[in-house]
């Protein structure tokens, strides 16, 4: 288990988690017997509000006061808004607001001493990071044995282990849970972990703030799962939720509506960390022209979530007042208009998977730097294109909608608007190669994955530029090209990214070093039953297969009987990885300080890091890749400032640190 | 000649790859059969997408490739790094404007088939489509019947002829994709929908209701039959004699309700 070298305080904890208290002080106190009273307290007051609102406002029987669906859908807003309160997310600005004396921050309850430590509210960016990046795994996990139920149910046509209803919502869970609390999530635990390592900073500039936005997911999923047990069964409208067959859907359908708002306050709210921190938190000397890619790309992505995520807000509040207050946003015989929710939907959906990409272009950048020992090619260029990827990303969004039935010259704009965006893409995979090319290669398991990375998105993206061009979008858009598309660039993009982070940075991270033989096995493994998996999909999809259908034409049965075996073995190689991952953390080799040889700062501390990561605080003197140049140096630890005594210039350092 | 002339070695095999890759662009069988004009262009269109994007996936993972061949570690070289270069203005002037040129290319040559496809010629007859769930039914305008308007279950086309269709929905949003023809667009409750085809091959074509539209959402289906002029004429003709029969109009068979 991860442990910090500072003193153990004498009651760790102090504040969120309820160890060692009586009952009666385990329910006063944050945690979760306190979320626990306070949960059932919230189910209390949706029954009453609904009884209240639905008496005043015409109905006549007190049979009628109690709805399910009211209550259902008031209880799904309390419940896990009550679960926040009773672990203590907002004590400190409950008392702050009431005027109250705050708890004295005396820092003891930062980092993690035991693994209680992370089942609680922790104010330590680096436990937050873990805790972000093992509960997305978790949901990776069920995503995953969605799909594989997905492709049992696949293999032949015909319905043979699910019906409709339950295949749709499958389907609909799935990308769910993948997008929203695992894709979007782990690239923020991986920042969450690394960004202040690697400018030099503490923590994040909101470290309260930070907890809370971790323990929206817990909540967010709990809501996703748990439509599977509602009425009427799990929503089952896609993860696009287009009206109006949401706005009629059963009430499963709210649960998505909710989730999607819990887990899109808590991308904002680490977005709005991750800027405040990049801005205002760098270390002495690092201009933003010296910053580590990851950095720009965390950076950009979190303008992104910022400007865009109230969008997909909006759009689950439309449902939402649709179904339950009768509005009519939706409704065409009342004067609804049906495409303004894809518009609304797509605004914050295509830079969404900009949300999902960029971090991972980041994470490229620094593993292939470290790994081919050389400077990333075109450094500026390769900022530069992330900030025009964020700002283009919001020009393209119709084009999610080429057969929607919207003004027909809306695709014209919106095909240039998708084609230019294909060149600052380009440009990235260029400086990538570029950099390979005369280095010195470590072709170890994040580099593969890197690598793999590299074939796979180029290969979605090549999709992509097929998908801009009108006429053929015409004939393949919601067919199994297009789930072909999204999983080259959401898994051979994402997620290998996400595979290379981890591998790289899990010594930083626990302390251990990983097998590296399993890792290679699970690199290729994941590599060639991806292709095997999703490359015959483009196939199906020309040939006239939609996608989100459980019984498809016969002529289609094998290919999707191979697609569904190679699925299978996808599926197994992900046990190779866990594996890996649960006993090296527990009894892997111990790590070294910097096992790959890294110029940026997080390597030139212990692993895992001291509790305010940094004794001394660093000058950054120079690039963040200047391999290759004898005795060049990113940042040192020679006499400069010491993080007690930077003063009114810098940004106010916390109390107690290691000094 | 392997290990001197390894440029040279990794050039012949990405050509030989980009020359494999293009021929087996025209053996595999990408599509369902050509049954309308716009086919042949949407086609023709994606097959120009593929031969240019051959070279471009080839030389991507060639370099890849080389570079784990000639650059990998050896022993020896743990501690050792590669020299510091950071960039080079021209080679990244060159790969911005060579992949927009390309680009421009392609857009424009796709603006002029979507132009191809979708110009309204000379003669044109209507078709209504209407979507529910689960069903299609097709409705004739006098304009196309010469008298009585028709609706039916079975969508029965002219061949030759290009037809536009107003797509209806009476529920949720459909969508009416014809494979054959490569083309489809959504049904959209509160709004008619329109997109032109002109079959121009005998047969028939599975119609696919292609987005999510509820629980019968696989099984809304149909066919479309396109035939002769005369025939269609003469289907019209006894369509109409049925309609004038019976009381009601046909009655579209409805799948199993949401």
Redesign the interface.
């Known amino acids: 288990m991860a442990t910090t070298t500072a003193p153990a305080p004498s009651q760790h904890g102090s504040g969120y988690g309820s160890g060692s208290l009586s009952f009666g002080a385990k329910l006063r106190a944050p945690g979760f017997y306190r979320a626990a009273w306070m949960m059932v307290l919230g189910v209390a007051f949706a029954f009453g509000l609904t009884w209240l609102v639905r008496m005043t406002t015409g109905h006549t029987t007190f049979k009628h006061y109690i709805d399910g669906e009211a209550i259902l859908t008031v209880s799904l807003i309390a419940v896990p808004l009550l679960f926040l309160v009773g672990i203590g997310g907002f004590d400190y600005w409950f008392y702050w607001a009431a005027g109250r004396k705050t708890r004295p921050e005396d820092h003891s309850g930062h980092g993690a001493y035991s693994w209680r430590d992370y089942f609680r509210i922790n104010t330590d960016h680096k436990v937050i990071g873990i805790q972000y990046t093992v509960s997305s795994f978790f949901f990776l996990l069920i995503g995953g044995l969605i799909a594989m139920l997905m492709r049992a149910e696949l293999a032949a046509p015909g319905a043979q282990f699910v019906d409709?209803?339950t295949y749709?919502g499958l389907f609909s869970v799935h990308a769910s849970l993948l997008i929203f609390l695992f894709v979007i999530p782990v690239f923020a635990g991986l920042g969450n972990f690394v960004i202040p390592l690697m400018i030099g900073a503490p923590d994040m500039a909101f470290p309260r703030l930070n907890a809370l936005s971790f323990w929206l997911l817990p909540v967010a999923g709990a809501l996703m799962i748990g439509s599977f047990f509602a009425p009427g069964g799990a929503f089952a409208?896609?993860w696009t939720a287009?009206a109006?067959?949401s706005t009629?859907a059963p009430v499963g359908q709210t649960f998505f509506s909710l989730a999607v708002q819990f887990a899109g306050a808590s991308s904002i709210m680490t977005a709005l960390n991750f800027l405040v921190t990049i801005i205002t938190m760098r270390a002495p000397g690092m201009s933003f022209f010296r910053l580590p890619l990851l950095v720009w790309a965390n950076f950009a992505t979190s303008l992104l979530v910022v400007i865009a995520t109230p969008f997909i807000a909006a759009s689950q509040f439309f449902v939402l007042l649709d179904r339950a207050l009768g509005f009519n946003f939706f409704n065409?015989?009342k004067g609804?208009?049906?495409?303004m929710y894809q518009h609304v939907f797509w605004f914050y959906s295509h830079p969404a998977v900009y949300i999902m990409m960029l971090p991972g272009f980041g994470i490229v950048s620094e593993v292939i730097a470290v790994k081919?020992?050389?400077?990333i090619?075109?450094?500026?260029?390769m900022a530069f294109s992330l900030l025009a990827i964020v700002g283009l990303g919001f020009t393209v969004w119709a084009h999610h909608m080429f057969?929607?039935?919207m003004a027909?010259w809306i695709?014209?704009p919106m095909?240039?608007t998708t084609?230019?965006i294909?060149?600052p893409t380009?440009?990235k995979?260029?400086?990538w190669?570029?950099t390979?090319?005369?280095?010195?290669?470590?072709?170890d398991t994040p580099m593969l994955f890197a690598?793999g990375f590299?074939?796979t998105f180029?290969?979605g993206g090549?999709s992509g530029?097929?998908l801009?061009?009108?006429?053929?979008d015409?004939?393949v858009?919601?067919?199994y090209f297009i789930v072909a598309h999204i999983h080259y660039v959401l898994f051979g993009g994402s997620l290998m990214t996400i595979f290379a982070g981890v591998y790289y940075w899990f010594p930083k991270m626990t302390g251990r070093m990983y097998d590296e033989r399993l890792g290679k096995w699970h690199f290729w493994t994941t590599f060639v039953f991806f292709n095997l998996t999703f490359g015959p999909m483009h196939?199906l999809g020309?040939?006239?297969m939609?996608r989100?259908?459980?019984?498809?034409?016969s002529k289609f049965a094998s290919l999707n009987l191979a697609i569904s075996i190679m699925s299978f073995a996808l599926g197994l190689s992900t046990l190779i990885f866990l594996y890996n991952m649960v006993t090296s953390w527990r009894g892997g080799p111990i790590a070294v300080k910097n096992p790959w040889?890294g110029m940026t700062l997080e390597w030139q501390v212990s692993s895992p890091p001291p509790v305010f990561n940094f004794d001394k605080l660093p000058t950054v003197v120079g690039g963040p890749y200047?391999?290759?140049?004898p005795g060049?140096v990113h940042g040192t630890f020679a006499p400069g400032p010491t993080p007690a005594t930077v003063g009114a210039a810098g940004p106010r350092q916390v109390a107690g640190s290691s000094e | 000649m392997f290990k001197q002339r390894p440029i040279l070695v990794t050039a012949i095999a990405a050509v030989l790859a980009i020359v494999i890759g293009i021929v087996l662009s025209f053996v595999i069988h990408w599509f369902p059969v050509q049954a309308s004009t716009q086919a042949h262009n949407t086609d023709r269109l994606y097959h120009v997408l593929v031969i240019v994007s051959i070279p471009i996936f080839v030389l991507v993972v060639s370099v890849i490739l080389y570079c784990c061949w000639q650059f990998r570690m050896k022993p020896g070289e743990e501690l050792k790094d590669g020299p510091p270069i950071h960039g080079n203005t021209r080679l990244e002037v060159v790969w911005t404007t060579i992949p927009a040129i390309i680009l421009l290319a392609l857009v424009s040559y796709s603006f002029v088939v979507l132009h191809d496809n979708e110009k309204k010629p000379t003669r044109e007859i209507q078709v209504g489509v209407t979507g529910q769930q689960f069903a299609w039914t097709f409705q004739y305008p006098p304009s196309v019947t010469g008298g009585k308007p028709v609706e039916s279950d079975q969508l029965y086309l002219p061949e030759g002829e290009s037809v536009q269709f107003g797509l209806h929905s009476k529920d949720v949003i459909h969508a009416f994709w014809i494979p054959a023809f490569r083309l489809q667009e959504d049904v959209v409750p509160g709004i008619t929908v329109h997109y032109r085809a002109t079959p121009d091959r005998l047969g028939t074509y599975p119609i696919v209701c292609n987005l999510l539209c509820g629980l019968g959402h696989s099984l809304m289906r149909a066919q479309v039959h396109v035939v002769p002029e005369a025939k269609f004429k003469q289907w019209l003709k006894s369509r109409e004699a049925l309609a004038g029969s019976s009381a009601s109009s046909s009655s579209s068979t409805a799948g199993s309700a949401g």
């Open positions: 409709a209803n749709n409208d896609g287009y109006p067959l009629d065409a015989a609804g208009d049906v495409l081919a020992r050389k400077p090619f075109g450094y500026r260029m057969t929607s039935g027909s695709r014209i095909a240039i084609a230019i294909a060149v380009g440009i995979i260029f400086s190669l570029a390979l090319w005369r280095g010195v290669l470590h072709l690598l590299l074939t180029t290969l090549i530029v097929m801009a061009m009108i006429p053929f015409i004939h858009s919601a067919t196939i020309l040939q006239g939609p989100r259908v459980e019984d498809y034409a040889r200047e391999y290759g140049v060049a």
